[in-house]
């Protein structure tokens, strides 16, 4: 009896959850946006468990499939403690950045370099306000109301 | 590994750590001209390109290109999650990412792992897009989300990560997956990746040693995808019977697991009241 599922087609499926996983741990290093990193963890547990279904089809047993439903469940409880994490710490400081919070690093571990100037970003060029709008020349015979622009009204 | 493959897998990595590095956003910060940005495209979608070549498309026509469809785009949304500046778009590229692996699940005939992780997952991207929306700046203004942490180091350890996988798969080639048929192919059975039911019927035979019955022990009946005729058995009856007979306390360990995380979720989000002057010192019953 020949199976369809061949050592090939494991190793395309392996191939697929390797490339997963390196570019989530690309994500989790080189983001700090808290959430950003949290999808890429999740990211990295989809490359796992896409490993673990082939090798269970691979040797025709059911093992590779429980396993993922324990990735699942780990996942779930992740998801759940990483967003309570972010809400509290986004409480302290709010900021998702994740550099923010260096200083609870162990003793002796040297500081990421960062200055002020590394971490201020350019910025962006700025959204103009109501006050950039086109203004119509006021025109005609001015009427008998007191003077209140609609700008103010906003405040 | 043939050298051809080792400079085909070495070339792969590098256009791909160079298209990752150009799209990543910039470690001040500073903006990326356009430029930069169609290059790490051009290259990340070489490295894609020569990414395929490793893959044998499998058998039928039908498979192989819902094969080819979904890992495409697993890899390239996987890539566009991490480059992402506004996480909102990170979140979407995400929900591809996963329906995508679902596809793949389903290639591989697991059909309830599929359906669960599309239903677990879109749970947990809306509450991720409810969250982006609470707590991020929008459409990437913040700075934190222009700015990356070190992305040369970042790629480099990831790409080399990716590069000894992609060594170490590269040669499993097919005469190593071999049927074991008697006792003078009991040397197959010490390498990797023998089907572990071929090794089965070889020592249920022939073996009686320890290795034998751990072997007996790991692929018992209920724990077979096919049943002892030969036929396939359906997928979630299957899955059931596996994960309720031989994995049982794997089940209630990660019902306990659930339970602990709901605890400790509900813990660490309870708002305390804060401890103004003159109040630390004060019994705790006075406090209101």
Same mark, same amino acid.
């Given at each position: 009896m020949t199976d369809v599922f061949t050592l090939d087609i494991l190793r395309n499926y392996l191939l697929v959850g390797a490339a997963l996983f390196s570019l989530g741990m690309l994500g989790f290093l080189a983001r700090r946006n808290l959430i950003v990193m949290f999808l890429s963890a999740e990211m990295m547990l989809q490359g796992t468990a896409l490993s673990f279904v082939a090798f269970g089809r691979y040797h025709g047993n059911w093992t590779g499939q429980v396993f993922t439903i324990v990735i699942l469940t780990v996942a779930a409880c992740e998801a759940s403690i990483a967003l309570a994490l972010v809400v509290v710490l986004y409480n302290r400081r709010s900021s998702l950045d994740v550099t923010l919070w260096q200083d609870i690093r162990e003793e002796g571990v040297r500081a990421e370099s960062r200055t002020e100037e590394v971490t201020q970003a350019e910025p962006l060029e700025p959204v103009l306000g109501p006050e950039s709008y086109p203004v119509l020349t006021p025109a005609g015979i001015e009427p008998a109301h007191p003077e209140q622009p609609w700008l103010e009204r906003r405040k | 590994? =043939?050298? /051809?493959? +080792?400079? #085909?897998? =070495? %070339? +792969? +990595? %590098? #256009? !791909?750590? !160079? /298209?990752?590095?150009? %799209?990543l956003p910039h470690a001040h910060g500073s903006t990326k001209p356009r430029k930069a940005h169609a290059a790490g495209a051009i290259l990340a979608g070489l490295a894609l390109l020569g990414f395929l070549t490793f893959w044998t498309p499998p058998g039928p026509f039908v498979s192989g290109l819902f094969f080819y469809l979904f890992s495409i785009a697993a890899v390239a949304g996987g890539l566009m999650t991490v480059t992402s500046r506004n996480p909102i778009y990170s979140a979407l590229w995400f929900a591809s990412v996963v329906l995508s692996t679902a596809g793949l699940f389903l290639l591989a005939g697991a059909q309830f792992l599929a359906a669960g992780t599309v239903i677990v997952y879109a749970g947990a991207i809306i509450v991720t897009f409810l969250f982006v929306i609470m707590l991020a700046q929008m459409e990437g203004k913040a700075d934190y989300d222009r700015a990356s942490r070190s992305p040369a180091a970042a790629t480099f350890t990831c790409f080399l990560l990716f590069w000894c996988l992609l060594y170490t798969l590269g040669p499993l080639a097919p005469q190593r997956s071999v049927t074991v048929a008697g006792p003078q192919d009991q040397r197959y059975s010490e390498k990797p990746l023998v089907r572990a039911a071929n090794m089965t019927s070889f020592f249920t035979l022939t073996d009686q040693s320890a290795l034998g019955a751990i072997v007996r022990q790991a692929v018992r009946p209920t724990s077979s995808l096919r049943d002892p005729s030969g036929a396939e058995k359906p997928n979630v009856p299957g899955l059931g019977e596996a994960l309720y007979s031989d994995h049982l306390l794997t089940v209630e360990l990660a019902g306990g697991l659930l339970f602990i995380a709901l605890i400790a979720a509900v813990v660490i989000t309870n708002p305390r009241r804060p401890v103004r002057p003159g109040e630390a010192d004060r019994p705790l019953r006075d406090q209101p």
């Open positions: - | 590994m =043939t050298i /051809g493959q +080792v400079i #085909l897998a =070495t %070339l +792969v +990595v %590098l #256009l !791909g750590a !160079g /298209g990752s590095y150009l %799209l």
